[in-house]
């Protein structure tokens, strides 16, 4: 665990914190609180020693150990709560169902799953006193319906969680994503102005982070751009769309989860692009078009 300011902790995750694993934080003052669960084996040095597991969103690589802390009070954004109660749950926000099951079992077999009793929801601005510092809720959707930013506010941090500064972009791979909404979680956190963030998935960043929030965003307006220019080209339906891989790059195996994921995120775009008049659908009801 590193400590990056009195009572605060980054919990490490392993794999250097890829799927399926995810950086934790862990909070102590009054109470102790974890925000997620996804770090790995090292969590179990924290197992009894946890208030409240606040989780940031429903995805499996944050909620992974969970078990381990069954006598603390879990809270979620109640949009998210269905996909940590059930596997039904899980499947329905996931779109996971529509999954062959070699796709499916990958994500909800990694450890099993295993539902999640919780004590109440997390709401966009409420604030947690700690006594030494106040954690404050910002309600981020667009990677999930209720995926959450959690403000310290003494310390002007904020763990943005799966707004994460990859290089590979915003990931709204599931039905429930919202590609709008992600735009706007964007512009909200970067009008916070923190001076220290902290991702899910990668380094703390301390230099630029307005710059890095923007250029994380942009990487949607240049998804659009391509997928305009490639139906500039000519019309094309959505499988043609999704064996460009113009979003994964590649579709390793299962290859049936990566073309979901790349067909919702087309989707996506392509819902935006039909309000904004750059595209439609031929008569055929097949074929999208560039205007
Ligand atoms: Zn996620």
Known sequence: MEQLNPGVWLVRAENKARFPFAHSLYLKGNDSLLIDTGAGSILKRLTGHVDRVLLSHYHRDHVMSNALFSKSAFHIHSLDAPG???????FKLSGLDRVPEEGNWRIINQNGFTPTDL?????DGQRIDLGKFTIRIIHTPGHTPGHCAFLIEEYDTVFTADID???FGPWYGNPSSDLTQFQSSIRRLRSLKPTLLLTSHSEPVTEDIDRRLAGFASIIDSREEILYQELLNGPKTLDQLIDLKMI??????PQQLYRFF??????????VMQKKGLVTIRESGEHYEAL
């Open 119 to 123: 004590s109440g929801f997390i709401e």
């Open 262 to 271: 790349e067909r919702n995120m087309i989707t996506k775009h392509l819902e």
């Open 165 to 167: 500064l990859t290089s």
């Open 84 to 90: 940590v109660k059930s596997a039904q749950g899980f």
């Open 248 to 253: 994964f790059g590649h579709h390793p195996q």
